[in-house]
């Protein structure tokens, strides 16, 4: 078992930024993926982004609307993941979840419990 927890969450204005961070624990050696989702009120949950430490050095990638504003990073080590949010408008207020994929990859098998992120306009 994998254990996630997410910190970092909070209320702030449009054009600020946060930064979330989760760190995994337990069974971590043969974690591999870790990401990030989020889910607003009355929508569907949506990807934000991931890591992989598949290959070297980690790869990235981000869901469209947040291409360009948000950054991951990793520290395989720490089994930790951050979510570097820049230019935050009122659309980004959501849960976000962190998640992580072991051995063999497919659906992420684990999941934190959210941390709430608010943007006022």
């Known amino acids: 078992q994998v254990q996630l927890v997410e910190t970092g969450g909070g209320l702030v204005q449009a054009g600020d930024s946060l930064r979330l961070s989760c760190a995994a624990s337990?069974?971590?050696?043969?974690?591999?993926?870790m990401g990030w989702f989020r889910q607003a009120p009355g929508k569907e949950r949506e990807f934000v982004g991931r890591?992989?430490?598949?290959?070297?050095?980690?790869?990235?990638a981000y869901g469209d609307s947040v291409e360009g504003r948000f950054t991951i990073s990793g520290d395989k080590v720490k089994d930790t993941i951050y979510l570097q949010m820049n230019d935050l408008t009122p659309e980004d207020t959501a849960v976000y979840y962190c998640?992580?994929?072991?051995?063999?990859?497919?659906?992420?098998?684990?999941w934190g419990q959210g941390t709430q992120v608010t943007v006022s306009s």
């Open positions: 337990g069974r971590t050696f043969d974690l591999y993926v």
């Open positions: 998640a992580a994929d072991t051995l063999p990859l497919g659906d992420y098998k684990y």
């Open positions: 890591i992989s430490w598949t290959t070297e050095p980690a790869r990235t």
